[in-house]
């Protein structure tokens, strides 16, 4: 069983085996402005930044910040599922086909407007890459010859998904909570695709923006990407164009630290603001330290 929860992970949750320096302590930002958090991780799970590939639970961290999906996870309670992009949803009563109104207003980073037009092309171009976590969506009985009619935009701000047959509203909601389901910024997207040659693995003429979502970016979360280095740094910027609260950090910078012990010495001398992947003994080593403190959350896991 998967655990979808591996699909919401936010900037500050990871395992116990995290070290946060205190805000308050001089050493803590004496490297970096105080409106930039440097953590140290070991992300090289990451091969591609694009919401409709990626499976990888190091990218569904960085994808949660900079994409929105319709629905999420309430974090404070992950038994309810609330709307991101979706100001509400109605299911009819056969169980078939589930309708979302978006909030008002919305816009990708970009400036572009976010239309059910945005979210049906995100469904589209998920199931026709048919990437590792296409099946997340396909198991409803979408297919490349019919998503268009089963997920499709009914008016502008009206989305409306037709499933193969009845499931428990609460699983396909929470289905829909996860990266695959994000939403991307058609116009962006598209002007970015790049042409390819139908096969018979593969019968479209575009890559749906593919090669360019790797490492590009095309969202609308309270993040946006400004660059992915592989096994190297991953760095987010402030969206001001977020439409929800704004993120009171103006950048993240993720560096990549594989080992404990240089994760350890970095915190120490004050290099990185917070060590995700302290083995138990770097811990107790740091668990006295003056100006440091660890905390624990929820993380992802794979069952």
Do not use: C
């Amino acid at each position: 069983m998967i655990d979808l929860l591996n699909k919401r992970v936010r900037l500050m949750a990871s395992s116990a085996a995290m070290a946060l320096l205190l805000a308050g302590t001089p050493q803590a930002f004496a490297a970096t402005p105080a409106d930039t958090l440097v953590q140290g991780w070991a992300f090289d799970d990451i091969i591609t930044l694009d919401p409709a590939e990626a499976f990888e639970i190091s990218t569904a961290e960085v994808t949660a910040n900079t994409y929105n999906k319709l629905v999420g996870l309430d974090l404070n309670d992950t038994s309810k599922v609330v709307g991101e992009l979706a100001d509400s949803w109605t299911v009819s009563d056969d169980g078939l086909t589930y309708t979302f109104k978006l909030k008002p207003g919305l816009t990708f980073a970009s400036g572009n407007p976010i239309t059910a037009d945005d979210v049906a092309f995100s469904f589209e171009r998920a199931v026709k890459l048919d990437k590792s976590p296409a099946f997340l969506l396909t198991q409803f009985g979408l297919t490349g010859d019919n998503v268009t009619e089963k997920a499709k935009a009914a008016d502008e701000s009206t989305f409306v998904l037709t499933v193969d047959k009845p499931y428990a509203p609460s699983f396909v909601l929470n289905v829909l909570t996860s990266t695959v389901a994000s939403v991307v910024d058609k116009k962006l997207v598209m002007e970015n695709a790049q042409p390819v040659t139908p096969s018979e693995d593969y019968k479209y003429d575009s890559d749906f923006g593919n090669a360019f979502l790797k490492t590009g970016y095309a969202g609308s979360g309270a993040f946006k990407l400004r660059e992915w280095r592989a096994n190297e740094v991953v760095v987010l910027e402030r969206n001001d164009s977020y439409f929800g609260e704004k993120a009171p950090l103006a950048r993240v910078i993720y560096r990549h630290m594989k080992e404990s012990a240089g994760q350890r010495l970095a915190l120490e001398n004050g290099d990185i603001d917070v060590a995700r992947n302290l083995e138990p003994g770097d811990i107790q080593a740091i668990s006295d330290k003056e100006g440091l403190d660890t905390t624990s959350a929820p993380k992802g896991t794979i069952y």
